[in-house]
């Protein structure tokens, strides 16, 4: 890595949007931030994560000192369980924040007061009282007015779940220290749905989840104890959420057998207080394989009798139920084409039983077909969406929202917008978004997704003569519809943390704050989430901030930048590198490299004709390489790799360049949290930091793996000379081996020269040595090895029979084989060597893991500015 110069001679874009923005921040907040920190002196305490955003740390005196005319009592006018939530979260927070315990009251008092109330009960104490604007449903107003002559600060709400949401607004102000004294502020959410879904099945497991077990079943029953999902509904409350399907969409019919719904019932309780709905993922074939009919053909009239008759069996239960979620006819899901029927057939016969209840029925628009023939250049996975859903738009009932996912793929790094929100004039439509990093890290890779969302809900679609920007399609502005709103699959597990690291929680934040005002900055957001989660020092905001906001594009480019999507394993993990595992199969993910050039022709013209989905601006701009942003060039265009992009580089020293810039900065990410330390709590860093430095060491691997398989397929070399030569390596397979073996690793370019070494025999120590030849100096000595999920083998490293490290392999990663998900590295630093020493490296294999290892990298670190730490 020392030859690395990255970023010097010619700085990429990338590299000098991000460093110049880190390094600026940082520096501004340094200077404010050092007086502070030593201030502070021991007011750090412990942290799990648990609390997230919601952690109403003590303010400090001066912060405190303008909440003091605060009234002592809070009011509440009615009586619901959400408006007592209310009261007890305010009190709550005002006695974490502010050391003060309000008294609770639930009439008028002779005194000052917050008042909690609905309009309609304010307006039988205060008949005058009226906003100046429009209230919608769960919008609030939170204003200081005289309420029979006393000094009150009123928060009110069409409804119940309106004034909660004012009151986490108010506490959430004063947690940044917004002034309260003068309020008088009306928000409404941009749309009426807004929902999460977790992909939780009845076994405890969840599909794409990495934070460990559901916190709603366990063994094919609701847990007993619901305390996590409760405090989940808190959590998504505080944001604006107001509905949850707690199961997979890959539904198992069972879900639905009428002796779990009163199970059911039991998380739909737990939610309640919170107003958040429950709804549930239904499985279509459910009449027929649990529902003990001949058939699920959704025409046929015994399929709506027993929609209709399950329905109300589980309103009997569950009387504020949300509605279902329907995957249907995808990836091996049954739906109507069985019967040759239409996705609104499907849609409105379940739509229809739910209409009485006020029940809504989201129908998933991500339905394609799974074997398409990869050998035909005319077929294209992106197409299916529009092709299937467009000519059905009118055709819907009114309780039935289409739910898309933000590209025409699946959620990858980057897409384009998916074109069907421009073509349902006539029907509801929901965006779904991916909090759970499927494609984009998985939680060990800080992926902060709000700048992704934002580019998806800005985008202008041209549906109509004025600009129609998605988030406006969604929200029912642009073509006038009733509903319409945002789901983000959340997929939380039972990891105190509750997404498998602190960082990845502003996904979540940033998801609820989007769906309640998609108008908000990616920079606002997040700085919100920061002070909120790790409180205000300068230092600690403006580092968090500007590493969340760079890492998106960071990740993008160490994984698939240009539009070629995340270019990983798709048919295990989707986690680490696997760049030929899109080709040559019916997933239709491909990307189309070959030796001649890479990307996917989709021109109407030339290609496949997804362009002409888009409306004519749109597709204008797409149609050729010269309008297409470098960022979706291959997404759109099969190009040479000689292509010369905007940038003035071409497509194949981009892709080279990128990657290391990617690499750099996430090697970065780990010098600017390390600046942190003492400046929050010793818990969260070093969990923090410990997913930093598993992610610096699994950008490289994916640096090498695609750059390397690249460099084969196109035939050209790196005209830095970086891809390939690794100078500061030694090879494990080189190495002097006793008890080890050379084992290939496939696919090739996830280990370095294709090849690593393992233990020969199961429980026996190998040994891997080698003599340094480098002159006498500090270095750091790099060891990257596999860490399968079979096994947790040992490992120590000596220097001339020092013992400088040692360690286990103990981390649960997505695969039982050495490569591209397990590979990771160990950076041992500030080691004193000179020419000739000796370092070996003892492996104890375990289980079926034999202390698999690819390479090490001896670094001189006079080349580093100023790291010292391990
Ligand atoms: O991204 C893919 C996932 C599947 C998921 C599917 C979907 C729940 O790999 O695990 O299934 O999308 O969204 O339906």
New binding site residues.
Partial sequence: MTDVRYGREQPSRLSRSIESDLVKRIAVALAAGVVLVLALGGALYAETGYDAWLRYGPLSYAAAKQYQTLPASVVVLGDSSILDSAQKELIRGLRGMLGRTLRANSSLPAEPGIILARLAELRAVSPALKPRAELRADGFWITSVRLRGQACLVITSPTDRGVLYGVFALLRKIALGTPTAKLDEIQNPSAPLRWVND?DNRNGTI??GYAGASIFFENGSVRADLGRVRDYARLLASLGINGCVIN???ADPKTLEDGFLPQLARIAEAFRPWGVRIGLSANFASPKVMGGLGTFDPLDPSVGAWWQHKVEGIYTQIPDFGGFVM?AD??GQLGPSTYGRSPADAANVIARALKPHGGVLFYRA?VYNHHLDWRNPKNDRAKAAYDIFHPLDGKFDDNVVLQIKYGPI??QVREPVSPLFGGLAHTNTAIELQITQ?YTGQQRHLCFLVPLWKEVLDFNLHAKELATPVKEIVEGKTFHRPMGGFVGVANVGSDLNWLGNPLAMANLYGFGRLAWNPNLSANAIVEEWTRLTFGKQPLVVQTISAMQLASWKVYESYTGPLGLQTLTNILGS?YGPGIDSSEQNGWGQWHRADHEGVGMDRTVATGTGFVGQYSPAVAGMYASPKTTPDDLLLFFHHVPYSYVLHSGKTVIQEIYDLHYDGAEHARQFVKHWETLRGYLDEERYAEILARLKYQAGHAIVWRDAVCNWFRRESGIADARGRVGHHPDRVEAENMQLNGYRPMDVVPWENASGGKGIECAAPEKECTAEFRSDRPAGWYEIDVQYFDQNNGESRFRVLVNQQLVDEWRAGDHLPSNQPGGDTSTRRWITGIALRAGDEIRIEGTPDGEERAPLDYVEVRAMEAESGSTSK
């Fill in positions: 992909w599909e794409r997979n969409v890959n995957k995808s990836e991500f699946d959620f499927e989707h």
